[in-house]
């Protein structure tokens, strides 16, 4: 196994462990690197993460898979993926995990994989905001906090531009009361936007859930222009229409929430044209939350 290190003290570090490893020293981020076919482990294997190299090594020679994997292998062979997954050294959850993805790279090498110990690489961790371990970033979009069974990691590779499974989704995660891994998903990965969706065609406590969560990541002064976007285009879509009017008096009020004073302005305009008493009150709410933040400020 070929292994990148950037100083002497990792090569010295390396060659403790055995003679089993092929070491290039140079200018490497992110080091030590085990690199085996498409499968990347950033760290020392220390404690519990001594057997992710240990399946690294044992698995590829063997290529023999757990019984979950072998039942998926015509799924597995038509995927194509990139994970990385951040873990610690003594996370139990973390090992019963990466050696489902070793597994799922093994077997297909589309399938890249990254394993990076978070105490490790802080930096790197504080980029992508690891609170626990072990995450999951699936392809740059999706996080997914804990340890995931085969068929959880298969239907979210296979369902990952799925509008209605992802709904379904942020939907239970609202329902379950995990509304703080949203966030994170949603900040890491600019999916504002689709919480307007929730919005637009979510049930009654989803849209409530959907909104909280666009204010908290406007008041945490994360980027929610995408969602705006998508509210002042859905405000003017569907003004005329009498049937859209819970939704149209939601987006009025979360865009008070969310809004700066060139969305006042726009409110202000509707307000001279609009008839409806509920619309116009809510209106004007929004106009007055946009309005008093800009006084405090």
């Known amino acids: 196994m070929k292994v990148l290190v950037s100083s002497l003290d990792e090569k010295h570090r390396i060659e403790e462990l055995g003679d089993d490893f092929e070491i290039e020293l140079g200018d490497y981020e992110y080091t030590p690197v085990f690199i085996l076919n498409s499968i990347r482990y950033h760290g020392f294997p220390e404690g519990i993460e001594r057997k992710v190299i240990t399946d690294m090594i044992t698995l590829s020679n063997s290529m023999s898979f757990d019984p979950e994997i072998k039942n998926n292998l015509e799924r597995i062979e038509k995927i194509k993926a990139s994970f990385k997954v951040f873990i610690s050294p003594f996370c139990p959850h973390c090992a019963n995990l990466v050696r489902k993805l070793i597994q799922l790279s093994l077997a297909n090498p589309d399938i890249s994989l990254e394993i990076f110990d978070a105490t490790r690489f802080e930096k790197l961790a504080r980029k992508y905001e690891i609170l626990s371990v072990p995450v999951t970033i699936l392809n740059d979009r999706i996080r997914l906090v804990g340890d995931k069974s085969i068929e959880e990691l298969l239907n979210w590779v296979e369902n990952i531009d799925n509008e209605g499974f992802l709904m379904d989704y942020f939907r239970k995660m609202i329902s379950d009361g995990k509304a703080e891994e949203i966030v994170q998903m949603v900040s890491d990965f600019g999916l504002d936007d689709f919480l307007v969706t929730l919005i637009e ?56 929430k969310i809004g700066d004073s060139s969305d006042a302005d726009f409110l202000k305009k509707l307000l001279s044209s609009v008839e409806d008493k509920g619309l116009k009150e809510a209106l004007m709410d929004a106009i007055d939350e946009i309005e008093g933040k800009s006084a405090d400020s």
């Not at 909104?211 to 005329?240: P, T, Y």
């Open 201 to 256: 065609k979510g049930d009654f406590i989803t849209r409530l859930g959907a909104m909280f969560l666009l204010e908290n990541l406007a008041e945490m002064g994360k980027d929610v222009a995408k969602a705006k976007k998508k509210i002042l285009e859905l405000i003017q879509d569907r003004l005329n229409l009498e049937s859209d009017r819970v939704f149209l008096e939601d987006a009025v009020m979360i865009l008070g």
